[in-house]
């Protein structure tokens, strides 16, 4: 129990499009999302925490409109980085708190993100 | 602010073997979670562990298990018989409580030889 289901797994786009990546919780509603970034060989970096129906809390030195992120259902969060850069490539991970937290929480399987 | 950290970038350890992983955190609240999570070649995040700052006994699964020293700030995980399928990256990470967010420590590779 408690899957996050992360997509797409990876993907490649051209310098200056938009990429979304999706985050369903599938047998269990997450009313919290974590989304993380992970450079090689680093740690996971909190990049923003999402709250279903309320806007995104943003940790400090990340960009608000470049990453932009929507929980509009306890199913479903959704990160967008819009006019992507090649310095945006990298390792994006959700999570979110495990429905009876006796599993802590749970991660999606990661998108690696390249922009060419 | 709470901190983790990981002073053992690398480690390795021969098949069936007993290694620890180190792990020390920062923090000025008495009730937290403490979490083990592995990262495999694909990168999954899998939970290794979980120990209760409230509970004084040390959790352990199966072959996987934690020395928590509360006072000392120190939450170590031991792998007994090691396999070598537990190669992998080791995060340490610290919840203070009711889902809040995780913070991670800088990651332990660990190499099994055979």
């Known amino acids: 129990g408690a899957v996050v289901s992360q997509h797409p797994s990876w993907v490649i786009c051209k310098s200056g499009t938009s990429v979304k990546i999706e985050c369903r919780s599938l047998?269990?509603?997450?009313?919290?999302m974590f989304w993380y970034r992970q450079f090689p060989k680093q740690s996971l970096m909190l990049m923003a925490t999402?709250?279903?129906?309320?806007?995104?809390?943003?940790e400090q030195g990340v960009e608000k409109d470049k990453f932009l992120i929507n929980h509009a259902s306890l199913t479903l969060s959704t990160l967008t980085v819009t006019s992507a850069h090649p310095e945006d490539s990298s390792f994006y991970i959700c999570?979110?708190?495990?429905?009876?937290?006796?599993?802590?929480?749970?991660f999606g399987s990661g998108t690696r993100l390249t922009v060419v | 602010a709470q901190t983790v950290t990981q002073s053992q970038p690398e480690m390795s350890v021969q098949e069936a073997e007993t290694v620890t992983l180190s792990c020390t955190y920062d923090?000025?609240?008495?009730?937290?979670?403490l979490f083990w999570y592995k990262q495999p070649p694909s990168r999954q995040m899998i939970l290794v562990i979980r120990?209760?700052?409230?509970?004084?006994q040390n959790a352990t699964e199966n072959r996987f298990s934690v020395n928590f020293q509360k006072a000392a700030k120190s939450f170590s995980l031991k792998i007994s018989d090691s396999q070598l399928g537990d190669a992998a990256m080791y995060f340490c990470?610290?919840?203070?409580?009711?889902?809040?967010?995780?913070?991670f420590g800088t990651g332990t590779r660990l190499q099994v030889t055979l």
């Open positions: 999570s979110a708190p495990a429905a009876t937290f006796n599993y802590g929480y749970t």
């Open positions: 047998d269990f509603q997450a009313t919290t």
């Open positions: 999402s709250n279903e129906g309320s806007k995104a809390t943003y």
């Open positions: 923090t000025s609240e008495s009730d937290y979670y």
């Open positions: 120990q209760e700052a409230y509970k004084q």
């Open positions: 990470a610290y919840d203070f409580g009711t889902a809040s967010k995780l913070t």
